[in-house]
C-alpha cells in the first residue's frame, strides 16, 4: 500500500531476451560440415587444405611477441606434455586449463567430438583443428541467425568484432571505406591481417536493446611474408657467403696466376741455360 492510495500498487516490469532457439552462426568458406573441424585433412574446390592441426599445447602470439604467450586460453591441450613457449615466467603463470584442468592426460579431458568442434574459448582445451587462411587474403565474415528447425537467415544488424586473446595485429574493414572499426555493418566488413598464426574472434549482435547474440570463429594466419629481422638476418647471410665465394674466387685465381709465372720463369731460365750451352759448343 502507499500513504495515498489505501489499495496496493502494481508494477508491471517488461524484460527482453533472446530466443533461446536461436543461435548466430559463422560459415567458413567451403566448409559444408563442422565434422571438417575433426579430421587435419579437408580439401576445398581448388584441392587445397582448408583447415590445419595446432600443436599440442598451443598458445597464440601476444603483443610481446610470437614466443611469449599471455592468454589464459590454451588450445589442443594435454597435461602430460609440456606447455609451448613456456620460457618467460609471464608465460607460464598466465595460462589456465579448463576441460584439462583436473585431468593427468589428454584422454582424461573429456573432449568429445562437440567439443572437438566448438570455437568457443572455453572449450579451447578441446580444439584441435582450426580454419587456415593466407596472409595475404583478407576475410568477410558470413553470419547466419538459425533458429531452431528453421532454415538459417543472413545477420541483417550490426555486430561487433574483438579478439578473445588480446590480439592486435588485424585490422577491419568495411567495404567502400578506408576507416578502421570494430563496428560492422552486416555483410560488409573485412579483416586484413598483420601477423601470423592464430586469431580467436568474437562476434557480438545487439538486437534491440538488451538481447545479444554471440559467436566466436578461430582463423590460423599463414604465408606470412618475412619480418625485417629476419630480412636482415639473411641479407647479412648472403652477403658473407657472396664475400666467401669472391675470396676463394680470388685465392684460386691468385695460385694459378703465381704458378704460370713460376712456370714461364723456369721455362726462360732453362732456355738461357741451352743458349749459353750451345755458345760454349
Given amino acids: 500500500e502507499s500513504l495515498r492510495c489505501p489499495l496496493p500498487t502494481l508494477v508491471y516490469s517488461i524484460r527482453q531476451e533472446c530466443d533461446p532457439q536461436t543461435k548466430l552462426i559463422l560459415?567458413?568458406?567451403?566448409i559444408s560440415d563442422n565434422n571438417a573441424f575433426l579430421s587435419p585433412i579437408y580439401y576445398g574446390p581448388k584441392g587445397n587444405n582448408l583447415v590445419m592441426s595446432l600443436p599440442v599445447n598451443y598458445r597464440p602470439p601476444s603483443i610481446h611477441g610470437r614466443k611469449i604467450p599471455t592468454s589464459s586460453n590454451v588450445y589442443n591441450a594435454d597435461p602430460s606434455a609440456p606447455m609451448s613457449n613456456s620460457e618467460k615466467k609471464v608465460s607460464r603463470?598466465?595460462?589456465q586449463f579448463k576441460q584439462c584442468a583436473e585431468a593427468d592426460n589428454?584422454?582424461?579431458?573429456?573432449?568429445?567430438?562437440?567439443l572437438k568442434k566448438s570455437d568457443l574459448a572455453a572449450h579451447s582445451d578441446c580444439k584441435e583443428v582450426v580454419y587456415k587462411v593466407s596472409y595475404s587474403a583478407s576475410f568477410t565474415p558470413e553470419l547466419l541467425l538459425h533458429r531452431f528447425g528453421e532454415d538459417p537467415l543472413p545477420l541483417n544488424h550490426t555486430y561487433h568484432i574483438t579478439e578473445v586473446n588480446g590480439r592486435k595485429e588485424f585490422q577491419i574493414y568495411r567495404a567502400g571505406e578506408t576507416t578502421i572499426s570494430p563496428n560492422c555493418d552486416y555483410s560488409n566488413c573485412s579483416i586484413a591481417f598483420l601477423g601470423s598464426e592464430l586469431f580467436h574472434f568474437k562476434v557480438s549482435v545487439n538486437e534491440g536493446t538488451i538481447c545479444k547474440y554471440e559467436t566466436e570463429f578461430m582463423l590460423y594466419v599463414t604465408?606470412?611474408?618475412?619480418?625485417?629481422?629476419?630480412?636482415?638476418?639473411?641479407?647479412?647471410?648472403?652477403?658473407?657467403?657472396?664475400?666467401v665465394i669472391i675470396l676463394i674466387y680470388?685465392?684460386?685465381?691468385?695460385s694459378g696466376l703465381d704458378f704460370e709465372m713460376k712456370q714461364n720463369k723456369d721455362n726462360i731460365s732453362v732456355k738461357s741455360s741451352v743458349l749459353l750451352s750451345a755458345k760454349k759448343n
Avoid at 27 to 30: A, M, T
Avoid at 234 to 240: M, Q, W, Y
Wanted: aromatic share 10%; charged share 15%.
Fill in 223 to 243: 604465408e606470412t611474408p618475412l619480418t625485417k629481422t629476419h630480412h636482415n638476418t639473411i641479407t647479412v647471410h648472403v652477403g658473407a657467403l657472396m664475400f
Fill in 106 to 114: 589428454k584422454a582424461d579431458c573429456g573432449c568429445t567430438d562437440a
Fill in 93 to 95: 603463470e598466465s595460462y
Fill in 27 to 30: 560459415v567458413y568458406p567451403h
Fill in 250 to 254: 680470388y685465392t684460386v685465381s691468385r
